[in-house]
């Protein structure tokens, strides 16, 4: 297991009377990707910019990489965010008056030796290369929030901090940026994100809470674990009926980057074993996953047969019919269907204790 990268001990930022935060404890391991969630106004932004040494704490020590950067001078605590540490912040921050390239450029210069061509490399890794020579005016806002990730980047940082990153984007511009905080993680970079989105937060191999100040772990929902589990069993299902090999590494949950914990848990609870990087699926689990399967397909007819469903609607709508009817429900949904044989995408349908009947395909 990796080492701990990040170390705070019993700190605490106190502004006058208020106590953005109260004697925190954490410890961030190196290649974690951890989500910090919680409402406005819980010190979210504040632990972000301590992280940063953006600011210094009123008690308690911050260690980051082996450096305890609450003991750093101002200029060390400079040297500490230019050589460590790269920043997405929610409002940008960049010189208007400077291109997209500059912009990136300008990071490199308090590094080390500007280069053109290694930032212009950063920008076509955000899919921004057609703008480089934009200022930020002439910038869409999920471009202007690409090119804070593009000069995040640019020092190869052993810490990526990012604050609502997400925050102020469209739809399409979220995605992209979340494809990208994504690919940093399967890199092995350490990330910090503060969001207040549990789809987000969802991403992160571990999410924490602040409330007034104070931390905790934010507990996962039993209900959100079982439908990991779920999501894991049919793929297992659908990767053995088409003959290939169920390996841990092309099962994906969605919206979860760590499905190690995912997979071990399910090891834990008796629905699969582990030989080797293989998933095998106990008596218990294919059970489960059979009727799973039945569930989502036999939906799937339903919505195409009986109501008419647009096909694009289809796939999702049986995901989420199968995770609330119940065996009896789903046999008379079958028995109404006429036990049909595929479903519209031509996949077999597992037979029920209620398919004694003829069957139509």
């Not at 992160?204 to 209900?223: I, M, P, Q, S």
């Not at 659908?238 to 003959?243: C, H, R, S, V």
């Amino acid at each position: 297991m990796a080492g701990t990268l990040v170390r705070l001990e019993g700190v605490s930022r106190h502004y006058g009377p208020l106590r953005a935060l109260d004697r925190v404890d954490l410890s961030i391991r190196a290649g974690e990707w951890l989500a910090v969630m919680g409402p406005s106004g819980s010190g979210k932004s504040t632990l972000v910019n301590l992280l940063g040494a953006l600011d210094q704490p009123t008690a308690g020590r911050v260690v980051v990489d082996g450096v305890e950067i609450t003991a750093l001078p101002e200029a060390g605590r400079v040297r500490f965010r230019r050589e460590k540490v790269g920043i997405i912040f929610q409002q940008f921050h960049l010189f208007p008056y400077l291109t997209a390239l500059e912009n990136v450029m300008v990071a490199q210069h308090y590094h080390s030796v500007a280069d053109a061509g290694e930032a212009r490399r950063a920008l076509e890794r955000v899919d921004l290369a057609d703008r480089a020579q934009h200022l930020p005016s002439q910038l869409s806002g999920g471009e202007q929030q690409r090119v804070c990730v593009a000069r995040a980047l640019i020092n190869q940082p052993k810490l990526i901090l990012a604050d609502e990153p997400t925050g102020n984007l469209d739809a399409d511009n979220e995605d992209r940026v979340l494809r990208l905080l994504r690919e940093l993680h399967a890199e092995g970079h350490t990330l910090v994100t503060v969001t207040h989105a549990p789809g987000i937060g969802n991403l992160a191999d571990r999410r924490v809470e602040l409330h007034h100040g104070r931390l905790a772990d934010l507990t996962v929902h039993d209900e959100e674990i079982e439908r990991r589990y779920d999501e894991v069993l049919v793929q297992v299902w659908a990767l053995l009926e088409d003959g290939r090999l169920p390996e841990a590494r092309r099962v994906k949950v969605p919206d979860v980057v760590d499905n190690e914990r995912t997979l071990q848990g399910m090891e834990e609870s008796g629905l699969v074993t582990r030989p080797g990087t293989t998933l095998e699926l106990t008596g218990r689990g294919r059970e489960r996953a059979r009727d799973l399967v039945r569930r989502r397909r036999l939906a799937e007819v339903l919505f195409t047969s009986a109501l008419h469903l647009p096909r694009a609607e289809v796939e999702l709508a049986a995901c989420r019919m199968e995770h609330i009817i119940d065996p009896e429900v789903t046999n008379s949904i079958c028995g109404f269907l006429g036990h049909p044989r595929h479903c519209p995408h031509g996949r077999p349908i597992p037979v029920g204790d209620c398919c004694e009947l003829p069957i139509i395909s």
